[in-house]
């Protein structure tokens, strides 16, 4: 995404009003927009509204969410909206950038296909150990641009990569994937070191060249749900 610094100044600092609620969300998920303007739309998700996971037990849900958001950046990418910590109306918790008109009725359909920003996604979620990827949690704005929130459950250091995409199972790696993993295996990583564990971080690792290894994008696992229910 093209991030402006004065967007990120704004939804860093300018307060917070509160208009509904994603009733449908598992955890206290509220919409709004900033105070100083109402078409900068935004999805509040505070710490005190998370319901504990007994798989997830190590920090927060919305740091989760945050660190997904400083990795697609960090590296390449760019899948996720406009995504900062921050203090507001319920407390301390993920704020994240509203996408208007992002899930068209045409979505699934597109999400079946091969696009490359589909393909990035796969790749993307493998690192990241995304256990819930969803079609609800795809989104499909302008130009066809791809990108993906609800990202609270991921890192974990074990294998828990659920997905609907997998139509890109086995397929080679290419060049630019290469050089995007071993990146990763390169870096230090210390951007996630107040966000998540020593082992999830470490375990970023451990999958980055797992990938190298066998030089494919992953395939489903057979000992376990490899699609997250519900698929929507």
């Not at 208009?19 to 900033?34: K, M």
Request: net charge negative; aromatic share 10%; glycine share 6%.
């Amino acid at each position: 995404m093209n991030l402006s610094k004065n967007s990120i100044t704004r939804i860093e600092n300018v307060d917070l009003v509160i208009t509904g609620r994603l009733v449908d969300a598992s955890n206290a998920t509220l919409f709004g927009h900033l105070q100083d303007d109402e078409n900068f739309k935004i999805i509040y998700k505070p710490v005190a509204g998370e319901r504990p996971l007994w798989d997830f037990p190590d920090g927060s849900l919305a740091s989760r969410e945050y660190a997904t958001f400083l990795f697609s950046e960090i590296f390449g990418f760019n899948l996720v909206p406009l995504t900062v910590l921050r203090d507001g109306p319920y407390g301390f918790g993920m704020v994240q950038e509203w996408i208007e008109d992002a899930q068209p009725e045409s979505l699934i359909n597109f999400a079946q296909g091969m696009h490359p920003h589909l393909r990035k996604m796969v790749l993307f979620d493998a690192l990241i150990n995304n256990a819930d990827r969803k079609y609800g949690h795809i989104l499909l704005s302008k130009n066809e641009l791809v990108l993906g929130c609800d990202h609270g459950v991921t890192f974990h250091k074990e294998e828990k990569l659920r997905t609907v995409l997998w139509q890109f199972t086995g397929l080679k790696l290419e060049d630019h994937e290469v050089q995007t993993l071993e990146m990763i295996n390169n870096h230090d990583l210390k951007f996630l070191q107040d966000l998540l564990s020593v082992a999830e971080i470490s375990a970023i690792k451990v999958r980055a060249q797992s990938l190298l290894k066998t030089n494919t994008l992953p395939e489903p696992a057979t000992d376990r749900p490899a699609i997250p229910w519900p698929p929507v």
